[in-house]
């Protein structure tokens, strides 16, 4: 039973409209699907992704009117997105800089190029050219060309107070693989892979005891979603969790995967989603993201959310 590598992301966004421009403008992401947080039906949930809303390229926020962020401990504290070439660092230089973006220097982190940078509310991302590994789905409709576009998340980086407990997780439940060490920015960054690794399929986890605690807030990360390939390894996880007396969730039918919650011991929450039914269950792949899309379980509830929800454009 193995998970296969990253399935999604979600962090929080105070500005959707900003948001919606940068992700979908600026980086060229697709809207692959405009929906409501399931829990809380007045937010947005936005997921931007590849051009086939393949699993792994999903960066999802949760339009959440929060203060700021408060960086610290025990939290997602960069999120990669992976590109094909050196030479598109240099291209993502150059149209970071000059739309005014925040953005680094490209350098070598781990024996890959990578280039780090913020969305306008601090959120944390770097590119990572992953050297084309693996298939690639562009969106013709994209601003970016096709060989520059983003190919979807990893690796994720964690930050928490103590890594013995984390590591215990990752391997000795989630049956991820201790693979190596680096130092960068000023500490040392342990590697976690899943599946077939590579940077899709790759945790890095810096111990860190003097820092803060982490406050959720607008720039920073709700929580990080794992892939499991179908509902038969997805049921054996929940059984798994049971087992070992870890407290979750229960499995939830989200409509376009099934999840699976749980806080790692540091208290960063994990999620383990299934690849399928896939964002083209309720609306054709060619307009995927265009009009509010609601589960059949709120589709009744419509008026009175979309009536609660802030015009996106």
């Known amino acids: 039973m193995q998970l296969t590598g990253i399935h999604h992301l979600t962090a929080i966004s105070a500005k959707p409209r900003e948001n919606l421009a940068f992700y979908t403008g600026l980086l060229g992401m697709r809207?692959?699907?405009?929906?409501?947080?399931?829990?809380?039906?007045?937010?947005?949930?936005?997921?931007?992704?590849?051009?086939?809303?393949?699993?792994?390229?999903?960066?999802?926020?949760?339009?959440?009117?929060?203060?700021?962020?408060?960086?610290?401990?025990?939290?997602?504290?960069?999120?990669?997105?992976?590109?094909?070439?050196?030479?598109?660092?240099?291209?993502?230089?150059?149209r970071l800089k000059q739309a005014g973006g925040h953005a680094g220097d490209i350098t070598e982190v781990d024996g890959q190029l990578t280039l780090p940078f913020e969305d306008k509310e601090g959120q944390?991302?770097?590119?990572?050219?992953?050297?084309?590994?693996?298939?690639?789905?562009?969106?013709?409709?994209?601003?970016?060309?096709?060989?520059?576009?983003?190919?979807?998340?990893?690796?994720?980086?964690?930050?928490?107070?103590?890594?013995?407990?984390?590591?215990?997780?990752?391997?000795?439940?989630?049956?991820?693989?201790?693979?190596?060490?680096?130092?960068?920015?000023g500490a040392e960054i342990h590697v976690f892979e899943m599946g077939e690794g590579g940077p899709a399929a790759e945790l890095h986890v810096i111990e860190s005891a003097d820092l803060p605690e982490a406050r959720q807030?607008?720039?920073?990360?709700?929580?990080?979603?794992?892939?499991?390939?179908?509902?038969?390894?997805?049921?054996?996880?929940?059984?798994?969790?049971?087992?070992?007396?870890?407290?979750?969730?229960?499995?939830?039918?989200?409509?376009y995967f099934r999840s699976l919650y749980f806080r790692e011991p540091n208290g960063i929450l994990f999620e383990i989603a299934t690849d399928g039914p896939g964002f083209a269950t309720d609306e054709p792949m060619a307009t995927l993201g265009e009009k509010l899309s609601l589960p059949p379980f709120l589709e009744p509830r419509r008026a009175q959310i979309e009536a609660g929800l802030k015009p996106l454009q």
Do not use: C
């Open 31 to 94: 809207l692959v699907k405009k929906t409501v947080n399931q829990d809380d039906v007045r937010a947005y949930h936005l997921f931007y992704a590849d051009g086939r809303a393949n699993p792994g390229t999903d960066l999802t926020f949760f339009d959440f009117p929060a203060a700021p962020e408060r960086r610290g401990n025990n939290s997602i504290s960069r999120t990669g997105l992976r590109v094909a070439s050196e030479q598109s660092l240099g291209f993502w230089r150059d």
């Open 217 to 255: 807030g607008a720039g920073g990360v709700h929580h990080v979603a794992f892939r499991t390939p179908d509902e038969g390894q997805y049921h054996a996880w929940a059984r798994r969790l049971n087992e070992l007396g870890i407290r979750n969730s229960g499995e939830i039918d989200r409509f």
């Open 124 to 185: 944390r991302l770097v590119l990572v050219d992953d050297g084309g590994r693996g298939p690639a789905s562009p969106w013709e409709k994209s601003a970016v060309p096709a060989e520059h576009q983003i190919r979807g998340l990893g690796p994720i980086m964690l930050t928490v107070h103590e890594l013995s407990r984390t590591a215990f997780v990752l391997t000795e439940v989630m049956n991820m693989r201790r693979v190596r060490d680096y130092a960068a920015h």
